[in-house]
C-alpha cells in the first residue's frame, strides 16, 4: 500500500513537497513516480524515478519547477515542486510498477500500485 502524504494549499510562486511511503513493501526494482488529475482532466504523468539508479524523468512542462528524488533507507519518494502555479492544482498520485520499459515510463497504465492521492491547490 502507498500512502502519500503533504498536500494543501500554496500561493503562486510557494513551494509544497509531497511524499510517498510504501508499507507492507519494498519500492526495489521498481519504477516509482507521480501522477497529477485536475479538475475534468485525464491524470496525467508528472515525474518518475527508478528505484534502482535512481534515473529521473520528468513531463516536459514541468522540468526545472518541479524534482522527484528517493530516500532507500525510508522506502519513501518525494516530489518538491517550486514556483507553483495555478495550473498545478490537481490532486497528487504517487504510483509504482515493475519492470517498466522506458517507452512506457509516462504510461500510467503501466503503474500497477496507487497511493490515495492528495490535493495540491495553488491560488493566484
Known amino acids: 500500500q502507498l500512502q502519500a502524504s503533504g498536500g494543501g494549499s500554496a500561493q503562486a510562486g510557494d513551494s509544497l513537497g509531497l511524499s510517498c511511503t510504501a508499507s507492507?513493501?519494498?519500492?526495489?526494482?521498481?519504477?516509482t513516480g507521480w501522477f497529477r488529475q485536475a479538475p475534468g482532466k485525464e491524470r496525467e504523468f508528472v515525474a518518475t524515478i527508478k528505484w534502482n539508479g535512481g534515473h529521473t524523468y520528468y513531463a516536459d512542462s514541468l522540468r526545472g519547477r518541479f524534482t522527484i528524488s528517493r530516500d532507500i533507507a525510508k522506502n519513501t519518494i518525494y516530489l518538491q515542486m517550486n514556483n507553483l502555479k495555478p495550473e498545478d492544482t490537481a490532486v497528487y498520485y504517487c504510483a509504482a510498477g515493475g519492470s517498466i520499459i522506458l517507452s512506457n515510463i509516462r504510461n500510467r497504465q503501466a503503474y500497477d500500485h496507487w497511493g490515495q492521492g492528495t490535493l495540491v491547490t495553488v491560488s493566484s
Open positions: 507492507g513493501r519494498t519500492f526495489r526494482g521498481y519504477t
